[in-house]
């Protein structure tokens, strides 16, 4: 992801969550569910390189159902396209063994730019499983505006008390990610952080969910 994208959405994050409220909502996990949800919202983040420094970004998947539910986050160090695709059909298995999601329908969001990647993704999704939808969205980076309105509120965002996730220790990971946004004195430069491909995946589900729900394209699927 590019790096300028990545300060903008860090910038957006540090305004839009105190440390306090932060340690509240990943500390308690505990959203329970109790009916059956119609959409679940996938967004992924392919693995690739980015940076002067040629950092690499982690296969990073987050899963999130209305109103601002995370019920998924799995992220790791895929050296292939066979083992992103491993840990991708595994999530999703697990999300639909869930009965409250057993036909839920999928709404799909890959982070383009990175060639033919987002499309063989998406088919390997729809080869896989029924239901599925498919967002258009262009690069992070032409959509700056509508990230800056879209922000993690902190008594709004919760994570389903079942998390579903290979990481045993992912929401220390979530917590930790958040903190790691620090400001720099730098103007071109205005945040720094060591990690954040679970985070800004988090982001980018909020904002898949809000254009699902708002874009005329996929009014349709309301009825």
Known sequence: MDEKITNKMSETLISSLSTFNLDKCVGYP?????????????????CSIYGVDHRSSRFTIVTMIDPHVYIGV?????????????????????????KWFQDS??????????GYE???????VQDNFDGIICIDILVLGTRQAQIAKNRFDAMQIEFYEHLISDNPHVMKEIQAQFKSFTKTTKEDEII???????????????NTRSMFLKDPRYSKYHI
Do not use: W
Request: with cysteine; charged share 30%.
């Open 118 to 124: 987002p499309s063989r993704i998406r088919k390997l």
């Open 74 to 98: 799995d992220s790791v160090e895929a050296h292939n396209s066979i083992e992103a695709d491993e840990v991708l059909i595994k999530h999703l298995k697990k999300i639909r063994s869930i």
């Open 30 to 46: 505990r959203y329970s569910i109790h009916q059956e949800c119609e959409f679940v919202y996938v967004a992924i983040d392919p």
């Open 105 to 114: 329908k999928i709404v799909l969001d890959i982070e383009s730019g990175l």
């Open 192 to 206: 720094k952080c060591t990690n954040h491909d679970i985070v800004t995946t988090m982001l980018r589900a909020l």
